[in-house]
């Protein structure tokens, strides 16, 4: 466990550098936040990269390849004026002015936070990976990594050569340094999609509504569950959640850094798992859609696509080019022809996942009822309609990629499967509820109406 | 709102809690093995026999796709080679394994037994001899196969 944490806390130093040098106004809570899905996204790309270009996979290596993207993005954040350890609050927003009753609510949040936190760090540590995707997949890739220095196991059947390596990668240095404790890292993103769901959430509302909506999001029982499992469906959802959330920051405060970490953290959902080009294509019909004319309507989207395609294309080139099994290639699973039955269907599976309590809460019904009566209220081109839309079109390109599948594979929707991807944009649709124009919660005495 | 939809989650986060953290309170200190055991059952009592006790350079026999059926764990190559590997998995019929070649490699064929309501599926359909069946504690277990086919 300590030599498992003591790996993760390496990724989570790089991270926080890279947050830093990328947005050096970046307060404490939100490099925290952000460092640990950054810095195991881009650590794991950069000794996938050094692999592929013949370097064996070994402890020395990947401790090199740490060190050397530490080094420049240190080197990169003190160039831009980046302090190591910033005001807590951040981004210069004034300390906020508490009542005894907000400190009392927000104590109580908190301690319900904690503990469940601390459950899920609990129930992780305590079992070693055991779910069947984990076992056959992600972490059976990791370990073979670790054991064989290479990537050779990926040639070994298209199952093993279909799914981009991110958690397989952090499950191998994890092996590599000693540890035996790969649950630690969905412990990471659980707590840091937590974490940087507030901080977003802060440049607007007031703590305790913050903490309120932080706190709703860590007692979801389906993300709670896979804070303790070795699936890729949390990761992809930090990835693609807090990217989207970012993308929302910047299209209300229109800082630069915020659109930069979007476009990187898009990019780090296709090097988790295969499937994020729709839910992408949506953020950028979304973003053409909500920016008004100029530089930025053209250069945004085509910003946030370049870095978007910079951590997508090498896994899909490698596959193509490098890997002599075919791959089992997510687009070549998709069909489509009309069958209103089979359509039917998977609106039904919709609805009932979208129902189910004991997975998802209230939080699905709360989303519907939030957009429905938000409606009449957004005004297209304004910056609330970003997450409402961004998760409307993911429910929507849910439905399509559900269906495609189905088509495909009569077996797909008997499984969970089409239920854990609603979870990877439940973050987002929460987020989306609490910025909403009718959202109840009290906004911060600070925050500034967003720009047009 | 929000500390209804809290409330509301916790009636399906609760259970949960209680059931995890109640097995890792009854069972503090149960091995890696025991606790995956708790979840795989015989499975992994298979693979632990395996594992311990022929060489990482084997070969096992599997069934084929077609009788994989009744052993939706045992019968699956990907969660085998999970606990196996780098021992290699081929996939044979129950009437054609001894057929199999060794060809320099161990070869050995899985020996598996499934209950259900009204049947019992016995996998490979050609039993090897039964004295060269090593059993695991739960019920199956694997035998090895010669050099030219079976000597039953």
């Known amino acids: 466990v300590i030599a498992s944490l003591v790996s993760l806390l390496a990724v989570l130093a790089l991270g926080y550098a890279v947050v830093a040098a990328i947005s050096p106004r970046s307060g404490l809570l939100e490099r925290l936040g952000l460092g640990g899905g950054v810095g195991l996204g881009v650590f794991t790309f950069l000794l996938f990269v050094a692999t592929a270009m013949g370097l064996p996979l070994v402890a020395p290596v990947a401790a090199g390849v740490w060190a050397l993207c530490l080094g420049l993005a240190a080197a990169l954040g003190r160039r831009r004026g980046a302090r190591f350890v910033p005001g807590s609050a951040g981004r210069g927003s004034p300390a906020p002015r508490l009542s005894a009753i907000d400190r009392t609510g927000l104590a109580g949040l908190l301690a319900l936070v904690g503990f469940v936190a601390t459950a899920s760090l609990v129930i992780g540590v305590y079992w070693p990976v055991q779910a069947w995707d984990a076992l056959t997949e992600y972490d059976f890739r990791g370990r073979i990594f670790a054991q064989t220095g290479s990537f050779a196991i990926l040639n070994l059947d298209p199952y093993y050569a279909g799914i981009p390596l991110l958690t397989s990668l952090a499950h191998a240095w994890i092996y590599l340094v000693g540890g035996s404790t790969p649950h630690l890292i969905y412990w990471l993103y659980y707590v840091g999609l937590l974490v940087a769901v507030y901080v977003g959430l802060r440049r607007e509302l007031r703590p305790a509504a913050s903490l309120a909506t932080a706190a709703a999001l860590a007692t979801t029982p389906a993300l709670f569950v896979h804070s303790t499992l070795a699936f890729a469906n949390l990761p992809f959802g930090y990835y693609f959640s807090v990217a989207s959330i970012y993308l929302y920051l910047w299209r209300r405060d229109r800082r630069s850094s915020d659109l930069v970490l979007s476009g990187i953290l898009y990019g780090l959902s296709s090097w988790t798992r295969p499937g994020s080009e729709p839910f992408v294509a949506g953020a950028l019909l979304v973003l053409l859609a909500t920016t008004s004319g100029g530089r930025s309507r053209i250069g945004a989207p085509g910003q946030l696509l370049a870095l978007y395609l910079s951590f997508y294309l090498p896994w899909k080139l490698y596959q193509r080019l490098a890997l002599t099994v075919s791959g089992d290639l997510y687009e070549a699973h998709v069909v489509l022809r009309l069958d209103g039955a089979r359509l039917r269907d998977v609106l039904s599976f919709l609805w009932t996942f979208l129902t189910n309590v004991r997975e998802f809460g209230v939080l699905w019904l709360v989303f519907l009822t939030t957009a429905l009566v938000s409606l009449p209220r957004l005004r297209l081109g304004g910056a609330n309609l970003v997450p409402l839309a961004l998760t409307g079109w993911c429910l929507l390109a849910w439905i399509v990629q559900i269906y495609a599948l189905e088509l495909k594979s009569v077996a797909y929707l008997a499984t969970a499967s089409g239920e854990r991807l609603l979870l990877t944009f439940l973050p987002l649709a929460v987020y989306a509820c609490a910025v909403s124009p009718v959202s109840p919660l009290p906004r911060s005495e600070s925050d500034s109406p967003p720009r047009a | ?152």
Do not use: C, M
Request: proline content about 9%.
């Open chain 2, 1 to 152: 709102v929000t500390l209804g939809v809290i409330a509301a989650n916790l009636v399906g986060l609760v259970p949960r809690l209680q059931q995890d953290l109640g097995f890792i309170a009854r069972h503090p200190d149960l091995s890696p093995a025991e606790k995956l055991r708790s979840i795989y059952g015989r499975f992994h009592d298979l693979v632990e026999l395996i594992r311990r006790t022929t060489p990482e350079t084997s070969t096992i026999l599997i069934p084929a796709l077609a009788e994989a059926d009744p052993w939706p764990d045992a019968a699956n190559e990907f969660l085998l080679r999970s606990f196996l590997y780098p021992r290699a998995l081929v996939r044979v019929s129950g009437t054609e394994w001894s057929r199999v070649e060794p060809a320099g490699r161990p070869v050995f064929v899985l020996v598996l037994t499934q209950e259900s309501p009204g049947r019992t599926d016995t996998w490979p359909a050609t039993r090897p001899a039964e004295e060269s069946i090593v059993f695991a504690p739960s019920g199956w277990g694997y035998a090895r196969v010669a050099s030219g086919g079976d000597r039953r």
